[in-house]
């Protein structure tokens, strides 16, 4: 059974930091692309951003492009998120996600896996 924890949330104060963490167990990490995704009260779920089976390939969403970073130790099978110059439009649940093959994609429907999710609250 594969399941996937998140951790790091918490509240800051915008322009901080944080750093995501999810720990997969269950199943076979490092072949598998991973991604974050994030829903904010009243919205639809949105993609933040995705990282291939190796590492090799990222891809963000246009807003978090430059601030975000996301990165995989394979061997701790742990997916990470470092979110930096944090807005308050960044509020929202985040979730880790595993795909359904080893390509970074945007899609949710690519993937399989979902975590239960990590709260952000960035307040101005």
């Known amino acids: 059974q594969v399941q996937l924890v998140e951790s790091g949330g918490g509240l800051v104060q915008a322009g901080g930091s944080l750093r995501l963490a999810c720990e997969a167990s269950?199943?076979?990490?490092?072949?598998?692309?991973m991604a974050w995704f994030r829903q904010a009260p009243g919205k639809e779920r949105e993609f933040v951003a995705t990282i291939s089976y190796s590492g090799g390939v990222t891809n963000y969403a246009d807003s978090v492009k430059g601030r975000f970073t996301i990165s995989r130790d394979n061997a701790k099978s742990t997916l990470y998120l470092q979110m930096n110059s944090l807005k308050p439009e960044d509020t929202a649940l985040y979730y880790c996600?595993?795909?359904?093959?080893?390509?970074?994609?945007?899609?949710?429907?690519?993937?399989?896996?979902w975590g239960q999710g990590t709260q952000v609250t960035v307040s101005s």
């Open positions: 996600t595993k795909a359904r093959g080893p390509l970074a994609t945007r899609t949710g429907d690519d993937y399989r896996y």
């Open positions: 269950g199943g076979t990490f490092s072949i598998y692309a």
